[in-house]
């Protein structure tokens, strides 16, 4: 079975820094659209971050020039750096992708991390 793993959330005063990590582990042919999300207490789940294939990324504003997304390919891995936290930055950040498990199939299907824990104090 496919299974995305978050890690490295935590609490960290405001300024700090964290780097969070997706290891996706199974059946792996492919991982397409690897992405982290965030949910705060009382909010919708919003999407911080995307990166392509080809290594192009994208940042909701309030991130940008803050936090870094990247891929270890070689890994199954994702990555979010996030420098410069804030305490608006508080939330469960979630893993997302859509992953390939066979060069036999092009079907892919979507999966989720369980979460990891970023809390920001002032």
């Known amino acids: 079975q496919v299974q995305l793993v978050e890690s490295g959330g935590g609490l960290v005063q405001a300024g700090g820094s964290l780097r969070l990590s997706c290891a996706a582990s199974?059946?792996?042919?492919?991982?397409?659209?690897p992405a982290w999300y965030r949910q705060a207490p009382g909010k919708q789940r919003e999407l911080v971050a995307t990166?392509?294939?080809?290594?192009?990324?994208n940042y909701i504003d309030s991130v940008k020039g803050r936090f870094t997304i990247s891929r270890d390919n070689a890994r199954n891995t994702v990555y979010l750096q996030m420098n410069s936290l804030k305490p608006e930055d508080t939330a469960v950040y979630y893993c997302?992708?859509?992953?390939?498990?066979?060069?036999?199939?092009?079907?892919?299907?979507?999966?989720w991390g369980q979460g990891t824990q970023v809390t920001v104090s002032s």
């Open positions: 997302n992708a859509r992953i390939r498990s066979s060069y036999m199939s092009y079907r892919e299907y979507e999966y």
């Open positions: 199974g059946r792996i042919f492919s991982i397409n659209g």
């Open positions: 990166i392509t294939d080809g290594g192009t990324t």
